[in-house]
């Protein structure tokens, strides 16, 4: 297979401790964002996505020892997002990779149907 047939992704490399790491730099800043914008307290998003408070605090304050790729996959899960959008803020094709959640209504007159679609806010 070509290296070309897969999406190339260059996060910036460091050394640390003497492995190998990519740098997810502001990972604690995007999981804040979706946090705030689904308008969840960190305790809250623990609880959803079962994970310690104290991760949730330390994640936002930018400390990412010992997280946890199940631990990501919940928090991308409770949050609507993909764990790619939370590692490097990638989004795919220029699509958002936040899906915004909305509030449909529908009303019925007579034989006629509204139906209202907004986004939450």
């Not at 047939?5 to 979706?34: M, S």
């Not at 939370?86 to 936040?98: A, Q, T």
Request: net charge positive.
């Amino acid at each position: 297979m070509s290296e070309e047939a897969f999406p190339v992704i260059t996060p910036q490399k460091v050394r640390r401790r003497g492995n190998n790491a990519y740098c997810v730099e502001n990972l604690g800043d995007r999981v804040r964002e979706v946090r705030k914008m689904q308008k969840m307290s960190q305790r809250k998003l623990a609880m959803e996505a079962k994970v310690p408070p104290s991760t949730i605090t330390r994640l936002e304050m930018g400390h990412l020892e010992g997280l946890y790729t199940n631990s990501l996959a919940s928090l991308a899960m409770v949050l609507d997002c993909t764990a790619d959008y939370l590692l490097f803020g990638n989004e795919r094709d220029g699509k958002e990779m936040v899906r915004t959640v909305y509030d449909i209504s529908a009303e019925t007159k007579g034989s006629e149907v509204t139906i209202r679609v907004k986004p939450k806010e």
